[in-house]
């Protein structure tokens, strides 16, 4: 089930005006007298009436305080108040309005969040993290990743696909010596997995394999966690160290945890550049 909040406005241009240029939200769907912006999983409508409604809060988070930060700057001419913290909700926000008065708060919350990123997001900001906090993954958290990873698309729905959770950091040191330099990232969180499929169960190993693969960083993505595809360990000596069969297929491994760095979208080439119509 999905949702969109509706207000009344008095002045749609000026609110039109005021949330896609001023906040930059798209349009989700135009009504002519009522428009809807989307804002992440948030539907905000606004449709034409004789009153104004401006009761509660419009919240929009944010992944940090750095991107936080960067709203307060580009609207501290309707700002309310400076960014700060607020210890008993563990958030970093502030506050401004909108040209009608309803109250809006910019924030960022300070604990791990229970997924919430649209598809679309996951797509555009899933990055190859190499830097990981200390802070440990919870064998429940994990199974929720692992809950999601079930669905993983297979040939023929053999669902040949498994993952191997190492925590030994021996094993890993051992695979990073073998690997050189780009396994290096296996280190730096507080264990690694590796993505197979079964030889003899798959029709189609190396594609089943690759594809959990996938899937295992998208779900990771979902529930906060970063992940670093690390390739070319389909090889005699890693699979011995990790108890897998010489007929099946390593597709990779990857570091899982809790991300020490972010990045921004970086440039990416156009549909045209990528796609060929026959």
């Keep these: 089930m999905n949702g969109i909040v509706f207000f009344k406005t008095k002045d749609l241009g000026r609110i039109r005006s005021f949330y896609a240029s001023m906040l930059e939200l798209p349009v989700w769907l135009d009504q002519?007298?009522?428009?809807?912006?989307?804002?992440?999983?948030?539907?905000?409508?606004?449709?034409?009436?004789?009153s104004i409604e401006n009761c509660g809060t419009i919240t929009f988070f944010f992944n940090d305080r750095?991107?936080?930060?960067?709203?307060?700057?580009?609207?501290?001419?309707?700002?309310?108040?400076?960014?700060?913290?607020?210890?008993?909700?563990?958030?970093?926000?502030?506050?401004?309005?909108?040209?009608?008065?309803?109250s809006l708060e910019f924030q960022c919350f300070e604990r791990q969040l229970e997924p919430y990123l649209t598809l679309e997001e996951s797509l555009k900001t899933r990055r190859s993290i190499r830097k990981y906090t200390a802070e440990p993954v919870s064998p429940e958290l994990l199974n929720n990743v692992f809950e999601l990873c079930?669905?993983?698309?297979?040939?023929?729905?053999?669902?040949?696909?498994y993952y191997v959770v190492i925590k030994k950091r021996e094993i890993l040191e051992k695979i990073v010596a073998l690997r050189g330099p780009s396994g290096k990232p296996l280190l730096a969180a507080p264990f690694a997995i590796a993505v197979a499929a079964k030889g003899d169960i798959s029709h189609r190993k190396i594609q089943d394999a690759c594809i959990a693969a996938y899937h295992l960083l998208l779900a990771a993505k979902a529930y906060g966690l970063?992940?670093?595809?690390?390739?070319?360990?389909?090889?005699?000596?890693?699979?011995?160290?990790?108890?897998?069969?010489?007929?099946d297929y390593i597709a990779c491994l990857t570091p899982l945890g809790y991300p020490a760095e972010h990045f921004p979208l970086p440039d990416r080439h156009q549909v045209s550049d990528f796609v060929r119509y026959l």
């Excluded at 970063?226 to 007929?247: A, F, H, R, S, Y």
Aim: glycine letters at 8%.
């Design 66 to 102: 750095e991107q936080v930060d960067a709203a307060y700057t580009k609207l501290k001419s309707i700002a309310k108040t400076a960014p700060g913290e607020n210890p008993k909700y563990n958030i970093y926000h502030f506050w401004a309005t909108d040209p009608e008065g309803r």
């Design 150 to 161: 079930r669905y993983s698309p297979t040939a023929c729905n053999l669902q040949g696909y």
């Design 32 to 50: 002519d007298s009522c428009v809807i912006f989307r804002s992440g999983n948030q539907l905000l409508g606004f449709c034409e009436g004789e």
């Design 226 to 247: 970063g992940t670093c595809w690390v390739t070319d360990m389909d090889k005699e000596e890693i699979k011995n160290l990790l108890g897998i069969p010489p007929q």
